[in-house]
């Protein structure tokens, strides 16, 4: 009914940047907060940064100034960029949504869940 697919993840040197992006498909008839986790081999899975609809971000205080959320409401998406990465960024990250999706027609809302995507690896070498 409705997928999180993430993209952009991979491979960069202590100090480089990456952006993150989430695209949220199906029978999507609201979407609340979206935001990014992480999590570290042997660790628990962990928040990293939130966005409203609105647009109000909040950020783990271990990303703050470097890390950046953004939402595209109109294409379902969002964003996280990723700058001055260390090597304890190293994990991998999950997008999340908290929606509502349709069931009998797409103006009408139906259930409301949180939704995961399938997680992108990413590693920061040092």
């Known amino acids: 009914q409705v997928q999180l697919v993430e993209s952009g993840g991979g491979l960069v040197q202590a100090g480089g940047s990456l952006r993150l992006s989430c695209a949220a498909s199906?029978?999507?008839?609201?979407?609340?907060?979206m935001g990014w986790y992480r999590q570290a081999p042997g660790k628990q899975r962990e928040l990293v940064a939130t966005?409203?609809?609105?647009?109000?971000?909040n950020y783990a205080d271990s990303v703050k100034g470097r890390f950046t959320i953004s939402r595209d409401n109109a294409k379902n998406t969002v964003y996280l960029q990723m700058n001055s990465l260390k090597p304890e960024d190293t994990a991998v990250y999950y997008c999340?949504?908290?929606?509502?999706?349709?069931?009998?027609?797409?103006?009408?809302?139906?259930?409301?869940?949180?939704?995961w995507g399938q997680g992108t690896q990413v590693t920061v070498s040092s």
């Open positions: 999340n949504a908290d929606l509502q999706s349709w069931v009998v027609a797409p103006t009408l809302p139906g259930t409301r869940a949180n939704y």
């Open positions: 199906g029978r999507i008839f609201s979407i609340n907060d």
């Open positions: 966005i409203t609809s609105g647009g109000r971000a």
